[in-house]
């Protein structure tokens, strides 16, 4: 599937042409400028056809003839300018060859004020019209593919704090914000893109329609930035990023998804610090113009990209600094990946199951996830060369290990014990054939811990740290998301040995 945006902006594009704030003038120096957005699909769909469509594709230099189906989510000007309908017609009416077909999918408000703009003989004909309503499947046919396209309904048409007492800007009866679908769109080759805008956080109803959708492309809307008092049917960084979280809870959005954010608007930063700020997110934004390209199966992904070099990759963090995520995503390169658990289930500890339940929610359906602290042995037995085995975390690790010897108040024992362990781990990483990806804690910059076994903890896990990054290819620190590779400079320093 390929997906080009011929537009990522919001309704008054960004910059607003009659608008002198900070964020408007920055773009406008920077060269940037964002119309309505609008998607172009295979060259064949198009998402949205406000004024902006057919303006961007103008300036890109590219052409709608082969366009078979338009797809509008809801009426609001800046997603259907129905003129198009009659600029169309022009592009034939004197050409004396058959008018190409085309289908129009909008809820029915939608619908009916394209209808004026269709010339009588070829409504219902070469132009036909299709309801679309939240929640049904309709399936597309083009010339030379098929697409099966799911609706799902938006929060677009009630302000998102309603005990605010504040009124939206789109009022709670605009009809039609309340009639606005989310469109689920599935290929042939089983490509899958969600296209949501514009609405504000996804009620229940639409997240449990993603569910276990594992889309290759989410584009979300982002109207609002950083200003969050707006009370609309529409998100802003901090709505932007829960409802990435919970699209990662129902596994729309996996490790393997690309999320860009649009119907961007000018109460964001600019554009290179509007980026910084969803890199931690996993989100990201592209340039009106830009063009994805989203490789179908597996194996078709596979054949395109050839096997991922073998590497062996520790990646260090504290808490909630993106470390797992990191991992994930330099897994997520290799066809067959192995996810090996070191957190003991403790059922008794209901935040912490939560918590590992929401790791394994967010990876992909097709990794395995084994449970152990067998790690050498693990590596071991997966010596598939396209495969990747990845450990988290080495901290649970170790406190397992330490559990298990009952050696919290031994610390002679459990250092022989951690350090045996570590020792088999990292012979196991240095001759494995498939690529190992390793997560840990970095505790060691904190303050001395009061207790005693805190202590122990930190020294042994600093330890294993130490001698993990010492055999494998790349480090990475990681701190607020963003990734520090760590270089080796002790090839000509003594290396503290003993915890
Ligand atoms: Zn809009
Ligand atoms: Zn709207």
């Known amino acids: 599937m390929r997906v080009r945006f011929l537009g990522t902006g919001a309704a008054s594009g960004w910059p607003n042409p009659y608008c002198s704030c900070s964020s408007c003038c920055d773009e406008r120096a920077a060269g940037r400028a964002r119309s309505s957005t609008s998607l172009l ?21 590219q052409s709608l003839a082969a366009v078979e189906h338009v797809v509008i989510t809801h009426g609001h000007p800046d997603h259907l300018a129905p003129a198009f309908l009659l600029f169309r017609h022009w592009a034939h009416a004197h050409q004396g060859q058959t008018k190409p077909h085309l289908h129009l999918w909008a809820p029915p408000l939608a619908l009916a004020a394209c209808e004026p703009w269709i010339a009588p003989q070829d409504l219902g004909s070469r132009v036909q019209l299709h309801a679309l309503v939240a929640g049904t499947q309709h399936q597309l046919t083009t010339a030379n593919a098929s697409y099966t396209l799911r609706t799902l309904p938006a929060s677009h048409g009630r302000p998102v704090e309603p005990s605010s007492g504040e009124p939206g800007q789109d009022e709670p009866d605009d009809a039609l914000a309340s009639e606005a679908v989310l469109l689920d769109l599935e290929d042939d080759d089983g490509v899958r893109l969600l296209y949501a805008t514009d609405t504000g956080p996804l009620s229940p109803a639409a997240l449990a329609m993603t569910s276990d959708r594992e889309y290759h492309l989410v584009c979300i809307e982002e109207t609002f930035g950083s200003f969050l008092d707006h009370h609309t049917g529409h998100l802003d960084l901090r709505t932007f990023a829960s409802t990435i979280e919970h699209l990662a809870n129902t596994r729309a959005i996996t490790a393997r998804t690309t999320v860009i954010a649009v119907h961007l608007g000018h109460h964001n ?49 504290g808490a909630r600094s993106g470390k797992s995520r990191y991992a994930e995503g330099l897994s997520a390169q290799f066809d067959s990946v192995v996810y090996i658990a070191c ?18 929610q967010r990876r992909p359906g097709h990794w395995r996830t084994e449970e152990t602290t067998q790690l050498a042995a693990s590596i071991k037995g997966h010596q598939d060369e ?49 690529s190992v990806v390793l ?57 503290e040995d003993v915890p």
């Open 343 to 360: 957190a003991r289930r403790d059922s008794t500890d209901a935040e912490w199951m939560e918590r590992i339940a929401a790791h394994r």
């Open 386 to 434: 396209a495969a990747c085995i990845l450990i988290d975390c080495l901290g649970t690790w170790v406190t397992a290990l330490v559990d298990d010897a009952d050696a919290w108040q031994d610390r002679s024992r459990a250092t022989t014990v951690v350090m045996s362990a570590c020792d088999a781990l990292t012979t196991a990483i240095s001759e494995s054939r498939a």
């Open 41 to 61: 699909v295979d060259e064949q769909l198009l998402l949205d056809c406000g004024p902006a469509a057919l303006d961007g594709a103008r300036a890109l230099h």
């Open 439 to 495: 997560v840990s804690n970095e505790v060691g910059s904190g303050v001395v811990p009061s207790s005693a076994s805190g202590r122990l903890f930190r020294d042994l896990l600093g330890m294993v740290n130490l001698r993990v990054a010492q055999v494998c290819d790349k480090s990475t620190l990681m701190v607020a998301g963003r990734g520090l590779a760590l270089a080796d400079l002790t090839a000509h320093s003594t290396v």
């Open 269 to 317: 930063p600019p554009t290179p610090k509007l980026r910084d700020m969803l890199a931690p997110m996993g989100a990201d934004v592209v340039d009106d113009g830009t063009t994805l390209t989203l490789s179908a199966s597996r194996a078709d992904s596979h054949s395109a990209r050839n096997i991922a070099p073998r590497c062996t990759h520790l990646v260090l963090g």
